[in-house]
Antibody
Framework: EVQLVESGGNLVRPGGSLTLSCTVS????????MSWVRQAPGKGLEWVAN????????NYLDSVKGRFTISRDNARASLYLQMNSLRGDDTAVYYC????????????WGRGTLVTVSS | QSVLTQPPSVSGAPRQRVTISCSGG????????VHWFQQFPGKAPKLLIQ???VLSSGVSDRFSGSKSGTSASLVISGLQSEDEAVYYC???????????FGGGTKLTVL
């Protein structure tokens, strides 16, 4: 059974930092691109970042460039999102997802972890 | 304002057929595959259709996808109450170097 489990969501003050983790099981983790997608309360889906199989290629949503860093540890079958300089509009449920092709073919998703940015 | 444009809502009676459109441009839909997702309240999205028209494993064949030029469509036939959900399209955008989603379409089964 394929499982993606996110963790690390929390309440953080504006300007603060947080690191999200996603532990993956049931698939050959190092064979796939991985993505982070977020959903603000009551809003639609927004892709945040993705990373290729060996971590050498990364893409980011413009509004998070320079603030967020996606990374992975294939030995631990884990995906990470380091988030700095957090703002109120970063408040969202953050999902990790397997991407079959880099281009949004997100075929397995976790249940998400909530990040709330508020003073 | 989403890069991909979807109608905010559609509705249909049980057993009817509905179509959800997704409009984009040359930097996304025209040159890249479109994927469709279904999301129920409080749940993670689920991939329904990948690569324009390929049904994901385990998904009912009442769902189908197509693409022409800069637009794509999701068709749901034989509507059932359990189809009530929000549906999103997505594609790669090479001018943004990222994945873009539509704003989502809420389907109501009357």
């Amino acid at each position: 059974e394929v499982q993606l489990v996110e963790s690390g969501g929390n309440l953080v003050r504006p300007g603060g930092s947080l690191t999200l983790s996603c532990t993956v099981s049931g698939i050959t983790f190092n064979s796939y691109w991985m993505s982070w997608v977020r959903q603000a309360p009551g809003k639609g889906l927004e892709w945040v970042a993705n990373i290729n199989r060996d971590g050498s290629e990364k893409n980011y949503l413009d509004s998070v460039k320079g603030r967020f860093t996606i990374s992975r540890d294939n030995a631990r079958a884990s995906l990470y999102l380091q988030m700095n300089s957090l703002r109120g509009d970063d408040t969202a449920v953050y999902y990790c997802a397997r991407d079959g092709s880099r281009e949004g073919n997100l075929d397995y998703w976790g249940r998400g972890t909530l990040v709330t940015v508020s003073s | 304002q989403s890069v991909l444009t979807q109608p905010p809502s559609v509705s249909g009676a049980p057993r009817q057929r509905v179509t959800i459109s997704c409009s984009g441009g040359n930097s996304n839909i025209a040159n890249y595959d479109v994927h469709w997702f279904q999301q129920f309240p409080g749940k993670a999205p689920k991939l329904l259709i990948q690569l324009d028209d390929v049904l994901s494993s385990g998904v009912s064949d009442r769902f189908s996808g197509s693409k022409s030029g800069t637009s794509a469509s999701l068709v749901i036939s034989g509507l059932q109450s359990e189809d009530e959900a929000v549906y999103y399209c997505a594609a790669w955008d090479d001018s943004l170097s990222g994945v873009v989603f539509g704003g989502g379409t809420k389907l109501t089964v009357l």
